[in-house]
């Protein structure tokens, strides 16, 4: 049973705060002004951004090298990683996020695509999260398609195949920047934050209860 406070509950402005109105137009702006501020969460992911970045260049300059001496299969499977990675999964991470958003309760979600900004979301539509509820949608795909990733590469550590995995993993820290721009705007609030989705206005709304 869901013990969030209503939509209508979160109004009162006597024990609420709005913390944001965030038009999903200008998701990656918003993305941005979180990274700026430079907090412990944002500093923890781009550090592990950086790691992924260095340990995709150096697999893809490798697999570069391998085909000039004839091994082709490394590099093949780095370009079917690249194809997969901005087409099956993109929908992959946000069905993720659809059955992270089932397991915390939400009864109905909705799936959407902003074409001109390459962005892709789940959303809850008028479903309040507290921000335990919001981490777990956050995290999901960011954990599991990791954990299956190094699953993958190790059952295939001794054959090309590893590539695949080790790039889908690289690429896929990118696609979690936004996930953890709004967890990181929620953490930095003492107290509990809850969030919601409003499909109509495309617009996600963030409010404090007042201490």
Known sequence: MNTNPSIAELQNREKYTLLAELDHLHIKEFVLDQV???N???RMYMGYQCLMICLGTF???LSV???FHGEMKELCYSLAALVFSFSFLVIFHELLHGLAF????VPRVTYGVLPKKFIFYAEADRFVLNSRQ???VALAPLW???LVSLAGMTCFFSH???WFFMVVMCLHSLFCAGDIAMLSFMNRYPGEVYTYDNKKEKKSYYFRKIM
């Open 36 to 38: 700026r501020t430079g």
């Open 40 to 42: 412990r969460l944002i």
């Open 59 to 61: 697999f893809a300059v």
């Open 65 to 67: 090298v391998k085909a």
């Open 102 to 105: 089932k397991a915390v309760g």
């Open 134 to 136: 919001f981490r777990i």
């Open 144 to 146: 599991i398609i990791k």
């Open 160 to 162: 090309p195949a590893l």
